[in-house]
């Protein structure tokens, strides 16, 4: 109770909530494609907490609604100035925000992204929203409806942590995405066996197959990028390349190379 309030406090006033950035790269240059954005909670007493720890908070009182729109409004601020550094010219950088089942079944929803994204004026195709596969899969067709309306809106639509919940086959290749993330348990098992390697690259061929990029998690070691980059992913982020970052150490990288 201690801590949902307190969180109630951090998004009023704005202040103890940030977002970090984490760099996702083109596997095939290594240049910077865009980022995910990350929320972080610093608590004045308790210092950081994670948010494997107050997102769950957030989605059992309904706060974390809210939350999301803030963050998404973050992301696109930061995506806009970013942009503007860009030289002219050089590939448009993307920004991925994570959205939870809750966002999803608001009625709102939709109404909330065009809304954010006119105010903060940015390209919708920068936007690619992350949604896991058990938000998506537990109300298949209501969500297709509503990632339909998503992307005519022009944003991005990604399944997070591809692999990991239950993904049916029969809804996959309908579903109005653009990209799958492979989720880090695989990619961190890649290593230790053939049939490892084999379930990514099966996961690989089923994205191309259905005409989604794949984007892989987790990348931790250069080994791993490179039998990444052997089976021809698209896109990679992890802590071999970059952790998720504070705004301005973030910053220092786009217009650069990684
Ligand atoms: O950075 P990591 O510890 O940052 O994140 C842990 C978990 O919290 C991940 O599952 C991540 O998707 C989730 N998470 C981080 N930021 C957000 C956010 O803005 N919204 C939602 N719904 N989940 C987030
Ligand atoms: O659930 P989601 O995929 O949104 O989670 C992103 C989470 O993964 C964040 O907590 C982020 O900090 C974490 N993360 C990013 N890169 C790596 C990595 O290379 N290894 C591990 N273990 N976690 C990572
Ligand atoms: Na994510
Ligand atoms: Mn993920």
Redesign the pocket.
């Known amino acids: 109770v201690r801590l949902e309030h307190d969180l109630r406090s951090a998004l009023d006033s704005g202040s103890d909530l940030w977002v970090a950035y ?1 760099p996702i790269v083109e596997m095939v240059t290594g240049g910077l494609a865009g980022f ?1 954005a ?1 929320m972080r909670w610093n608590h004045p007493e308790r210092g950081n907490i994670p ?1 494997g720890i107050f997102i769950p908070i957030a989605e059992s009182t309904g706060l974390v609604v809210s939350l999301g729109t803030w963050v998404l409004r973050q992301a696109c601020l930061q995506i806009a100035e970013w942009q503007d550094r860009r030289e002219p010219g050089s590939a448009p950088l993307f920004m991925s925000v ?1 959205l939870s089942t809750h966002q999803l079944s608001d009625p709102n929803f939709v109404q909330v992204v065009r809304e954010v994204l006119r105010e903060t004026g940015v390209e919708p195709s920068w936007i690619k929203l ?1 949604l896991t596969e058990s938000a998506v899969m537990d109300k298949a067709e209501q969500s297709i409806r509503l990632l339909r309306d998503l992307r005519a809106l022009g944003i991005k639509l990604s399944i ?2 591809f692999g990991t919940g239950y993904s049916s086959l029969s809804y996959l290749h309908k579903l109005p995405i653009d990209s799958l ?1 492979v989720d ?1 348990s695989f990619v ?1 098992a890649m290593h230790q066996s053939e049939e490892n390697r084999a379930i990514v690259r099966i996961i690989m061929d089923l994205a191309r197959l259905l005409g989604f990029d794949v984007i892989a ?4 070691t250069s080994a791993d990028a490179n039998l990444l980059r052997a089976l021809a992913c698209d896109y990679g ?4 390349f970059a ?2 970052l504070p705004s301005a150490d973030a910053g220092k990288l786009v217009g650069g190379e990684l």
Do not use: C, M, V
Request: aromatic content about 4%; proline content about 10%.
């Open positions: 984490q995910e990350l948010p994570n992350e997070d942590d993330k880090r961190s998690e987790g990348i931790e982020q992890g802590y071999h952790r998720p």
